[in-house]
C-alpha cells in the first residue's frame, strides 16, 4: 500500500512532458505563462463568487455559485500541474486531479440541469422592480404606522405618567407589568421594584382587605364583571396606611382571553381623614354645645324648634326629641310663661341686629328662674332669613350673689360708720377724766348713731357691809337654813385677796336694799326724763340678769315675760336694749337703749357696736376711777409717802395695760371686723377661681381643636392672634388663674389667722390650744421672719410638748407671744445683716444662722412651760434686771415703747398666776420662759366670765 502510494507522488519510469517540446524555451515558456495565467483566473474567480455570496445573503440557490467556484479551482489546479508535469513527470497525480475535476464538472453539470428550471421560474427584474415598488410602498406605510403607534405610545406614556391618577397594569396571572410615576409617588416603591411581581410578593394590602380585594381581582379574571370599583386600605414602602379608590378594567383578546387589568388609583386619604375629622367635629361640636353650661337653641320662621341642646332640655325636664316634633315651642313651655319669649322672638325679627332680653322661666326644680338671652336671626347666602338661633345664661345664682354683695357693702359702710363712731367716742372720752362727762358723751353720741327715743347710763347701788370669809360663810349658812319666808335674800358679791396683815374679806349684799340710779341720759324732747333712783325689786328678775353681766334685749315688749311687759309699759317702752358693765373696783353700771314710738329691732350688728363701746367706755371708767384714787392718794401723800410709792408703781402698771388693752381691743375689734368683711369676697372669688379655670382650659382647648382642623385662619383672625400673642396667653393665663388661687387662699389663711388672733370673742377665760396661738402669732410675724435682701431669713425650730387643753384668756396670752417673739427677731437684726454681708447663707454650723426655738412642756399635771429662745447677742445682768420695767427699752428712740414685757409679765404673772422668767448671758443669746398653771383658780374664773342671756 505504501509504495502504491509512493509510485503516486513520484516519476516513476516517466519522462517530464517538457520533452515533448523538445525543451525549446519559447515554447515551454508560453505553455507555462498561458498555464500560470489559466490558473491565476481560476483561482480568482472562486474567491470573488465566494465574496459575493457572503455579501448578499439573499442570493437564491447560493450553493451553486460555491459548486462553481469549486469547479473553476479544480480547473486551475489541473493547468498548475501542466506547468509541473513538465518537469516532474507525476502524471498519476496530475490523472487523479483531473478524475476529481471531471467528478465536479459531472456534479455542476448535473445540478445545473435540475437547476435550470427553478432559476427559469425566478421573477424577472421587471418583475423584481415591481414587487420591490410594491415592498417600498408597503415599508413606507408599516413606517408611517409605526411612527403613528410610536406616537400614540408616547402619549399614552405622557398621560399615564402625569395622570393625577396612579396607573396599575396587570397580566392574567396578577402581576404588575405598569407601574406609573403617580404610583411610585403615592406607594413609594419605584417601578424595577414590582415590576413582575404578584401583589403577595410585598405588603401592598392591608391583611383585612385582602380577601376583598381577592374577590374583586376574581371576577375581572374570570369575566364576570369587566370593570369594577373597590376601596380599601394600602400600605406604602414607609409601612404607612392609606386609603385608595381602585378603579378596574379587564382586556380581553377575539377570542375572550384576559390580556391584562388596568387600575386606575385615587389617594383618598385626606378625604377620608377630612370627613372622619368632620364626623369628629360635629360629634365634638356637639358635645360642646350638650355640655356647655348655657341654653343654645334654634328655631325656624315658625317657632318649630330645629335644634336644642341638652342643657335647655335637662333644665325644664323635656327631651329633645319631644321639643322637635311640635309646630311651636310654646306648647312645651307655656303659653302665659312663654309670652316674654314670644315678645322677644317679635322683637328679634323686626331688627337686624341682636336681640337682648331677660326672661323668666320654670325650670324643673319647680322654681322660675333669671335667663339673660340673646337672639339674633339666621340668614343662608343669599340673605334670606330662615330661623332664629338663641342663647341664654341663668342668672339667678349671680343675682343672689350681687345681692349678697350689696348687703355686704351695706353692712361693711355700716361697720365703718361704727368703727368711726368708737374712734371718735375713743378720743372724746379719752380726753377727760371726768365720770360725768364720759357718761354723757357716751349717751349723746349713741343715740345720734342709733336714732333711738332714748338712750341712758344708770349704776346699781346695793347696800353692803365687809366680813372676814369665815363670818360670811356662817351668816349664809343661817340665811340658808332659815326657812322664813320673810328673811332677807343675801348675794356674795366678790372676795378680796388676803394680805399679809388681813384676811380674805367677802362683800355681802341685801338685795331688797339695793336700787338703780340713772345718773345721765339722751332722750327725745317730748319724753320725760328717767334721772333719779329706782328699786331694785321694780325691775324684777332682770336684776339678776344684769348682775351677772346678761345682755338683755326685748325687741317686742309684747313678747317678753308678764312681769316685764308691765314694766315696760309702765314706763312707755315698746323695744329695750341693755348690756352691762363692770368695773375694776367691782362696781356695775348699764347701758340702756329704748324706743317708745314704735316697736324696734335690735340687729347683732348694733349689739357688737354697743358691746364695743361699752368696752371702751369701762376702760375710760376705770381710767376715771383710778384717777380719782389717784387724786385721793396725793392729798395724804406725805403721811404716807410709802403706800404712795406702791400705789403710783401699781397705777402705772395699770396705765400702761390699759393704754395696751384699748389698742390691742380696737384694733382687734377693726381686724376681726375687717378680716369677716374680707372673708365674704374672698370665699366667693376663691370659690368662683376653679370654675373660671375650667372654662378657661376648656375655651383653650376648643382654640386649639381650631387650629388642629382650620389650620389656616383668615388674616384678620391670624392678625388678632400676633396681636394678643395666643401662644403665650395659653400658656401663661393657668398660671394666672393658680397664682391667684394661691393668693386668695393665702388671704384666707391669714384672715384666719387674724380673726383667731384677735379673739375678741374670747376674752374670758376658756380652754384652749397653746399651740394654736403660737402658729397664729408665727404666721402674722412671716413677713419678719423671711429672708430679705438686706437681712438673712430666720429659722424656726418648734419643739412641741404633749400638752393639754389650757384655761387662760387666750387674746392675753396671743399678746405675750406676740411681745416675746417680736424682741427675739429684734435681736437678731445684727446676726442677720451680718450673715447677709458675708454672704454666708449655707454655713457649716446652724448655730450660725439666726434662729428662734420654740419649746413647750408640761411639768407636772397642774403645770406647763413654754420657752422662746434665740442666739442673739444675749444681755448683760444689768439689763436683765430691768427688762420687766416699764418703759425700759434697749432700742432707738423712736423704735421701742418699753411696754411690751412689762404688759407681757403683767398678763402672765397677775393674770394668769404664772411666772415669766429670763435666762439671758452676753453673746449667747436670751432665754425667756412662760410656766402657767393648768386650770385658774375658780375666783379668777368667775371674775372674769362674761355670761350673755338675750330676752326676744
Known amino acids: ?14 519522462i517530464p512532458h517538457g520533452h515533448c517540446y523538445l525543451w525549446k524555451p519559447g515554447l515551454v515558456r508560453l505553455h507555462v505563462v498561458s498555464d500560470a495565467v489559466i490558473a491565476l483566473s481560476y483561482y480568482s474567480i472562486p474567491l470573488t463568487l465566494v465574496h459575493l455570496v457572503r455579501k448578499r445573503g439573499d442570493l437564491p440557490f447560493d ?10 479551482v479544480a480547473c486551475g489546479t489541473g493547468h498548475l500541474m501542466n506547468i509541473w508535469t513538465l518537469w516532474h513527470p507525476t502524471y498519476w497525480l496530475a490523472g487523479f486531479l483531473n478524475a476529481i475535476t471531471a467528478i465536479i464538472s459531472a456534479c455542476v453539470a448535473v445540478l445545473l440541469v435540475w437547476l435550470i428550471p427553478k432559476i427559469l421560474a425566478l421573477p424577472s427584474p421587471e418583475q423584481l422592480a415591481t414587487v420591490n415598488r410594491k415592498l417600498e410602498t408597503e415599508i413606507k406605510d408599516r413606517q408611517q404606522a409605526r411612527l403613528e403607534l410610536d406616537r400614540a405610545y408616547q402619549q399614552l406614556n405622557f398621560h399615564v405618567e402625569n395622570s393625577p391618577v396612579a396607573v396599575v397594569e396587570w397580566d392574567s396571572e396578577l402581576r404588575v407589568k405598569r407601574w406609573s410615576w403617580q404610583a411610585e409617588k403615592i406607594f413609594g416603591w419605584k417601578a424595577d421594584e414590582v415590576l413582575g411581581k404578584h401583589p403577595s410578593e410585598w ?10 380585594v381577592s374577590i374583586i381581582m376574581l371576577k375581572l379574571l374570570y369575566g364576570s364583571e369587566p370593570r369594577n370599583i373597590s376601596r380599601h386600605r394600602n400600605y406604602t414602602k414607609n409601612n404607612s396606611i392609606i386609603y385608595c379608590d381602585w378603579y378596574n378594567s379587564a382586556f380581553m383578546d377575539e377570542s375572550g382571553s384576559l390580556v391584562s387589568i388596568l387600575s386606575l388609583v ?9 370627613e372622619e375629622g368632620l364626623v369628629n367635629q360635629k360629634r365634638t361640636l356637639r358635645a360642646i354645645l350638650d355640655h356647655a353650661p348655657i341654653w343654645i337653641w334654634m328655631t325656624d320662621t315658625k317657632g318649630q324648634m330645629q335644634f336644642v341642646n341638652k342643657t335647655f332640655c335637662e333644665n325644664v325636664g323635656v327631651t329633645e326629641s319631644r321639643f322637635l316634633e311640635l309646630p311651636h315651642y310654646s306648647e312645651i313651655l307655656g303659653k302665659e310663661e312663654s309670652l316674654n319669649c314670644m315678645a322677644s322672638d317679635t322683637a328679634c325679627w323686626n331688627q337686624d341686629i341682636p336681640h337682648h332680653s331677660e326672661e323668666s322661666l320654670p325650670f324643673v326644680d319647680g322654681r322660675f328662674h333669671d335667663l339673660e338671652i340673646i337672639k339674633a336671626k339666621i340668614k343662608c347666602d343669599s340673605g334670606k332669613v330662615m330661623g332664629l338661633i338663641g342663647l341664654a345664661v341663668d342668672v339667678s345664682d349671680r343675682k343672689q350673689v350681687q345681692l349678697a354683695l350689696q348687703q355686704s357693702e351695706v353692712q361693711f359702710r355700716q361697720l365703718a360708720k361704727h368703727e368711726e363712731l368708737l374712734n371718735r367716742l375713743a378720743s372724746q372720752i379719752r380726753n377727760s377724766l371726768d365720770l360725768d362727762t364720759i357718761l354723757q358723751t357716751t349717751v349723746n353720741e349713741i343715740r345720734n348713731l342709733l336714732q333711738i327715743d332714748r338712750c341712758y347710763f344708770l349704776w346699781y347701788r346695793p347696800e353692803t357691809k365687809a366680813l372676814t370669809a369665815h363670818s360670811a360663810a356662817e351668816i349664809i349658812l343661817a340665811k340658808t337654813t332659815n326657812s322664813d319666808s320673810d328673811a332677807e335674800t343675801l348675794s356674795i358679791d366678790c372676795f378680796t385677796t388676803a394680805t399679809d396683815n388681813f384676811l380674805p374679806e367677802c362683800k355681802i349684799l341685801t338685795i331688797e336694799k339695793c336700787y338703780w340710779e340713772v345718773v345721765n341720759e339722751a332722750k327725745d324732747p317730748i319724753l320725760e326724763s328717767y334721772i333719779g333712783s329706782y328699786p331694785a325689786e321694780q325691775i324684777g328678775s332682770w336684776t339678776d340678769s344684769l348682775l351677772q353681766l346678761k345682755i338683755i334685749r326685748v325687741n317686742d ?10 314694766f315696760l309699759l309702765s314706763f312707755g317702752i315698746t323695744s329695750y336694749l341693755s348690756l352691762p358693765i363692770q368695773t375694776q373696783s367691782g362696781e356695775i353700771g348699764v347701758l340702756a337703749c329704748t324706743h317708745h314710738s314704735c316697736l324696734r329691732v335690735w340687729p347683732d350688728s348694733e349689739v357688737e357696736l354697743l358691746q364695743a363701746v361699752t368696752n371702751q367706755l369701762a376702760i375710760a371708767l376705770d381710767q376715771a376711777e383710778l384717777y380719782n384714787q389717784t387724786r385721793q392718794v396725793a392729798f395724804h401723800a406725805q403721811a404716807q409717802a410709802e403706800q404712795l410709792e406702791q400705789t403710783l408703781q401699781q397705777l402705772q402698771k395699770t396705765q400702761t395695760h390699759l393704754i395696751q388693752t384699748e389698742k390691742m381691743s380696737s384694733l382687734g375689734q377693726m381686724v376681726a371686723g375687717v378680716a369677716h368683711e374680707i372673708n365674704n369676697p374672698i370665699n366667693f372669688i376663691h370659690g368662683n377661681i376653679s370654675y373660671a379655670s375650667d372654662y378657661a382650659l376648656d375655651l383653650l382647648r376648643l382654640v386649639k381643636l381650631y387650629q388642629k382642623y382650620y389650620p389656616k385662619p383668615s388674616p384678620e383672625i391670624q392678625d388678632q392672634i400676633d396681636n394678643i400673642d395666643l401662644a403665650f396667653m395659653s400658656e401663661d393665663l393657668p398660671k394666672l388663674l393658680s397664682s391667684m388661687k394661691v393668693g386668695t387662699e393665702r388671704i384666707r389663711s391669714i384672715v384666719l389667722s387674724l380673726r383667731n388672733f384677735s379673739r375678741l370673742d374670747e376674752s374670758e377665760v376658756k380652754e384652749v390650744d397653746i399651740h394654736e396661738g403660737i402658729e397664729n402669732t408665727l404666721l402674722i410675724l412671716q413677713n419678719n421672719l423671711k429672708e430679705k435682701p438686706e437681712e438673712l431669713g430666720i429659722q424656726v425650730i418648734k419643739d412641741y410638748g404633749n400638752l393639754p387643753l389650757i384655761e387662760c384668756c387666750p387674746g392675753q396670752l396671743n399678746q405675750v407671744f406676740m411681745n416675746l417673739l417680736a424682741n427675739a427677731i429684734d435681736a437678731l437684726y445684727e446676726l442677720r445683716v451680718k450673715q447677709k454681708q458675708e454672704d454666708k447663707q449655707s454655713p457649716t454650723l446652724n448655730s450660725q444662722l439666726p434662729t428662734i426655738w420654740i419649746r ?13 429662745i434665740d442666739n442673739g447677742p444675749g444681755m448683760s445682768e444689768e439689763v436683765r434686771g430691768k427688762l420687766f420695767d416699764p418703759f425700759f427699752t434697749t432700742k432707738e428712740v423712736g423704735k421701742g415703747t418699753g411696754l411690751g414685757l412689762s404688759i407681757s409679765y403683767q398678763i402672765v404673772v397677775e393674770k394668769h398666776s404664772g411666772q415669766l422668767s429670763c435666762i439671758s448671758t452676753p453673746g449667747e443669746g436670751a432665754e425667756f420662759a412662760i410656766e402657767i398653771p393648768v386650770r385658774q383658780p375658780s375666783n379668777k374664773k368667775l371674775v372674769s366670765a362674761l355670761p350673755v342671756a338675750e330676752v326676744r
Not at 405588603?203 to 376583598?212: F, G, M, R, Y
Request: aromatic fraction near 14%; hydrophobic fraction near 45%; glycine fraction near 4%.
Open 557 to 566: 315688749y309684747s313678747k317678753s315675760e308678764p312681769e316685764m311687759e308691765d
Open 856 to 868: 413647750t412642756e408640761a411639768l407636772d399635771c397642774n403645770q406647763i412651760a413654754i420657752k422662746i
Open 1 to 14: 500500500m505504501l509504495d502504491n502510494w509512493h509510485n503516486f507522488f513520484t516519476a516513476g519510469q516517466f
Open 203 to 212: 405588603q401592598l394590602i392591608h391583611p383585612e382587605d385582602a380577601e376583598a
Open 266 to 274: 385615587l389617594d383618598i386619604s385626606d378625604r377620608v381623614r377630612a
Open 63 to 72: 450553493w451553486i455559485f460555491l459548486l462553481f467556484g469549486s469547479f473553476i
